[in-house]
């Protein structure tokens, strides 16, 4: 099978002849099912937009996190700046030694890393997943394209070929629809929330740790549909521009005009913005970010609401910021951060 034939499969540009004969070649036997999920996973990874890492930040890295043992799993922890693009050149190399150095087995065809993106393959479906602290960029088979902030999973077929683009998320991500009118994508939330789009700029966030989900449209029209818990109906609502809906636990929707989109999408720039925000929420955004735990220990401090902008601040840093302009007062023990009232 000639590389590029795989390569225009993965990207999406594959007529459907030239699909039916890689997929056919892929289930043909099981080393080249893995050579094609190795080859996505390089797709994946180096689309990230990641700054490149300075030579003497990788190999500075390199020595101090790497095992000497290279069949020793890399398992990352979360690092700021430029030395996160050398991580994920370390955590593609592992991956490539763990897959042509681990004999095949009939449960083979799910394939999972302890790094930054975790990969699976059953039946037709492919899933990736952000570690807490990584954001990425999937390109999926008709060539839209999602940006997935961190702790965010996406599924979706290795191709599309029914009478929808069905795409699954939990988490946050930011969705770039390539237009087709006559094949509409259908993004099913974690949560039961459907948007049903033809072509678009969307965001939508459906943590399973948050009361709420929200979907926010920066152009063209989404459809929402959810179904209420209370009166046991589809609710149907049509999103325009610059418009966000707010779903709660019994699937109301809250209609909100003129959305804040420059702070919503903040995170595809490395930012993060907060405005008149609950502690409880900074808290939730931060542990996402960088991979910490916060432990409460005063109560009291949850009426507390952070206004700030935080970009390439290490935790420390945002901490002290915190500290400054709030009654918090903080304690780190390792990758705990306990807070109090002062």
Not at 82 to 95: I, K, M, Q, Y
Not at 175 to 197: C, H, W, Y
Not at 304 to 323: D, G, L, N, P, R
Request: net charge positive.
């Amino acid at each position: 099978m000639k590389k590029e034939l795989l390569i225009k499969f993965i990207e999406g540009k594959a007529s459907h002849q030239e699909q039916e004969e890689v997929l056919e070649w892929a289930e043909r036997d099981a080393a080249n099912k893995r050579y094609l999920i190795l080859l996505k996973n390089l797709s994946v990874m180096t689309s990230l937009p990641e700054d490149e890492a300075h030579k003497e930040e990788f190999n500075s890295f390199k020595e101090t996190r790497l095992n000497r043992n290279n069949r020793t799993i890399f398992r990352w922890r979360p690092v700021y700046g430029r030395v996160s693009a050398a991580l994920f050149l370390l955590a593609l190399v592992l991956n490539f030694y763990q897959f042509f150095n681990t004999p095949s087995t009939p449960q083979d065809s799910f394939v999972r890393s302890d790094s930054l993106l975790q990969k699976a393959r059953v039946i037709n479906k492919l899933s990736f997943y952000t570690n807490k602290g990584v954001k990425g960029i999937v390109t999926l088979p008709d060539s839209s394209v999602v940006w997935l902030n961190s702790d965010t999973r996406i599924t979706y077929p290795e191709r599309f070929n029914g009478e929808f683009r069905e795409v699954e998320i939990s988490g946050e991500a930011y969705f770039e629809v390539r237009s087709n009118p006559d094949t509409a994508m259908i993004v099913t939330t974690n949560k039961g929330l459907k948007i049903q789009v033809l072509g678009t700029k969307f965001l939508i966030r459906s943590y399973e740790d948050d009361d709420e989900e929200q979907a926010t449209l920066f152009s063209g029209s989404i459809k929402l549909i959810s179904s209420n818990k209370r009166s046991r109906r589809e609710i149907v609502r049509e999103l325009k521009p610059l418009e966000s809906v707010i779903v709660d636990k019994q699937n109301s929707m809250r209609l909100i005009r003129n959305a804040d989109t420059l702070r919503t999408a903040a995170w595809r720039n490395g930012m993060l913005i907060f405005e008149e925000t609950p502690i409880n929420e900074v808290l939730k955004m931060l542990e996402r970010w960088h991979g910490t735990e916060f432990i409460i220990t005063d109560k009291s401090i949850l009426s507390c609401k952070i206004t700030a902008q935080f970009k390439s601040e290490s935790i420390v840093q945002i901490m002290e910021i915190i500290k400054f302009c709030s009654p918090i007062d903080y304690k780190i023990i390792e990758r705990q951060i306990f807070l109090s009232g002062r």
